[in-house]
């Protein structure tokens, strides 16, 4: 069975950083791009960033690029985000998401994970 | 970067009901168009990708068409655990979801 489990969420200060991680199972991790989506308070689903399976392309959203890093080991089975930077407008629930492609650009998502809290106020 | 509207943004339908959701985009994305479900505290779901292909596992009551720039999600007989949150995504270009369509019961 793929799972997908997310950790590292938290409340945060403005400026302040924060990595997540999800550890995946069931499936051959390294086969696989992988993404990050969150979901704000009350608002839609909105793809954060991906990563392909080799590890050797990134992929952002204007909204997060300079400020988040996506980054994988592949011998660990775990994807990450280091969030730097945040601003109240990064306050969501942060999912991992297993792409059907292992290359290319982000297409869309056969699993997704629980999401974790990010929380960034004063 | 490419647009993309669902309509309704909610809808109250029952038990039993035909239901249809639409999504348009700002441009032609041929059949670059995928259909979630999502409740409140789980992870979303899969329903439709590439614009009409069932998701393993996915009830036959859920389908999808279009290309182009519209596209439908139809259920065809609601059922209870149907109610939920409902986007489109693209992923023709860069990646991005619609604003979502909430369907209660009515």
């Known amino acids: 069975e793929v799972q997908l489990l997310e950790s590292g969420g938290g409340l945060v200060q403005p400026g302040g950083s924060l990595r997540l991680s999800c550890a995946a199972s069931?499936?051959?991790?390294?086969?696989?791009?992988m993404s990050w989506v969150r979901q704000a308070p009350g608002k839609g689903l909105e793809w954060v960033s991906a990563i392909i399976g080799g590890a050797t392309s990134t992929y952002y959203a204007d909204s997060v690029r300079g400020r988040f890093t996506i980054s994988r080991d592949n011998s660990k089975n775990t994807l990450y985000l280091q969030m730097n930077s945040l601003r109240a407008e990064d306050t969501a629930v942060y999912y991992c998401?297993?792409?059907?492609f292992g290359s290319g650009g982000p297409n869309y998502f056969d699993c997704w994970g629980q999401g974790t809290l990010v929380t960034v106020s004063s | 970067d490419i647009q993309m509207t669902q309509s309704p943004s909610s809808l109250s339908a029952s038990v039993g009901d035909r239901v249809t959701i639409t999504c348009r985009t700002s441009?032609?994305?041929?059949?670059?168009l995928h259909w979630y479900q999502h409740k409140s505290g789980k992870a979303p779901k899969l329903l439709i990708y590439a614009a009409s292909s069932l998701q393993s596992g996915v009830p036959s009551r859920f389908s999808g068409s279009g290309s182009g720039t519209d596209f439908t999600l139809t259920i065809s007989s609601l059922q209870p655990e149907d109610f939920a949150t409902y986007y489109c995504q693209q992923s023709y270009s860069k990646l991005t979801f619609g604003q979502g369509t909430r369907l209660e019961i009515k």
């Open positions: 441009q032609s994305i041929n059949s670059y």
């Open positions: 069931g499936f051959t991790f390294t086969n696989y791009a």
């Open positions: 998401a297993k792409d059907v």
